[in-house]
């Protein structure tokens, strides 16, 4: 049986996750940053002082030492203080920061705050509720202790530092899903994580990603794990919302985007791979999945680079946001101002 660590790692690995470093912010005096909603989920580290993140329906307060995921889509905003005014992030300062490895300043008078960002592609939401998530250091001491390698790391450059960097935004996102799997013993057996955790569905899920190509059916599987189709039928919804060919079909699109955005491989030999008989059928397939043709997929993937931005080194990882989107329905924390 895998272990806790593996299950997770796998689980990460099967999602085909990617981190890379955002923006570094500093701030000081009153301040605040409203921040629209990003295709990309965020996790923000602060590393001195202390930064309030506010949303429609929560407000968090994040210490020297804490992290907050805020999964993708979701509007918020960041202030000193609660009630501080906050501003539109200023999009165009933040790319230029993130390309030139500088640190974005915010406020006025003397630092009191500083904050690394970081973005993941995640697919859809890894935890189970759609709004942010606290992970203080008194929780997760290893946490904070990698926060501050990645800080330290980032204050003097060297020699593979942007290789460091990368490994180490990987490390933040698998120590704060372990963190969450420990403090939501209840909840996990609602989300796509703690799923892994039933053997029953760890190793339905198994099956499925080992040979997803195959003609699955909930009773061929069932079969294959020797239950009964009833039991898979209810054990597997209750874990993860949707039955296993929905699941199924979601997965195979998921390996697709992968082999779409990492390799050369033609179009028929993607369908292929995930279990469709003809390219023309795995086009409308991922059309209906994506919301875009997979050659469309294809191109805007591979302009969108990996690596960390460190004191100038590398190509950043930028949010892409392709259409406007509403301000948030009233931020808990700020006043707005335009």
Known sequence: MMSGVDVLADALRMRGARGSLGVRLEAGGCWGARVDALPLASLYLVTEGQVWLGTS????????????HVPERV???????????????????????MASGAVLRLGDGPVRARLITAYYELGDSLFPDAFPVLVTAEE?????????????????????????????????????ARAWLAAN????SRSWLGALLDPLVREALTRMHGEPARAWTTANLASALNVSRATLSRR??????????????RLRMDLAAIRLRDTDEPLESVAEAVGYGSGKAFSRAFQRSRGRSPSDYRFRARHRGRAAVVAGQGIPDLPIVELPLPDPPG?????DVS
Request: negative net charge.
């Open 57 to 68: 329906g929560s407000a968090l307060r994040i210490d020297a030492g804490c992290a907050v």
């Open 236 to 249: 597997f919804p209750l874990a993860l919302g949707e039955p296993p060919g929905a699941y199924l079909t």
């Open 75 to 97: 509007p918020h905003v960041l202030v000193s203080e609660p009630g501080a005014l906050a501003e539109r992030c200023d999009l165009d300062a933040a790319c230029a920061a």
């Open 185 to 188: 013993p209840v909840a996990r």
């Open 140 to 176: 997760r001491p290893q946490l904070a202790a990698t926060a501050a390698l990645l800080a330290a790391e980032l204050a003097e450059p060297q020699f593979g530092t942007t290789a460091a960097v990368n490994s180490i935004v990987d490390l933040l996102l698998v120590q704060f």
């Open 331 to 335: 931020a808990a924390l700020a006043r």
